[in-house]
């Protein structure tokens, strides 16, 4: 069964960085999609970025275009995300999400999600 173990969460200033990483554990056979989501009190949860297909494109939400990087190690199934210039309008719990195929079949999920909080 596939799961997605998240990790590098917390507390920064204005203006910091912080890394995210998402590693993907089980026999994964291909990963369609893999990328992040955040969810802040009282809003809806978005795509922040996200990688496509094998070595695909990359998309990001337009309020983090030239701030975030997503990038990703085929080898060991892990999305990161190197979050620079971080604002206190980033706040929220970052959840990663990941569709692909594997020994079950096709599999869909989300990680447990981890807290970044942007505050001075």
């Known amino acids: 069964q596939v799961r997605l173990v998240e990790s590098g969460g917390g507390l920064v200033q204005p203006g910091g960085s912080l890394r995210l990483s998402c590693a993907a554990s089980?026999?994964?056979?291909?990963?369609?999609?893999m990328g992040w989501y955040r969810q802040a009190p009282g809003k809806e949860r978005e795509l922040v970025a996200a990688v496509i297909n094998n070595g695909g494109g990359t998309n990001y939400a337009d309020s983090v275009e030239g701030r975030f990087t997503i990038s990703r190690d085929d080898a060991k199934n892990t999305v990161y995300l190197q979050m620079n210039s971080l604002k206190p309008e980033d706040t929220a719990v970052y959840y990663c999400?990941?569709?692909?195929?594997?020994?079950?079949?096709?599999?869909?999920?989300w990680g447990q999600g981890t807290q970044v909080t942007v505050s001075s």
């Open positions: 999400y990941s569709r692909g195929f594997g020994v079950m079949g096709t599999y869909d999920k």
């Open positions: 089980g026999t994964i056979y291909s990963i369609y999609f």
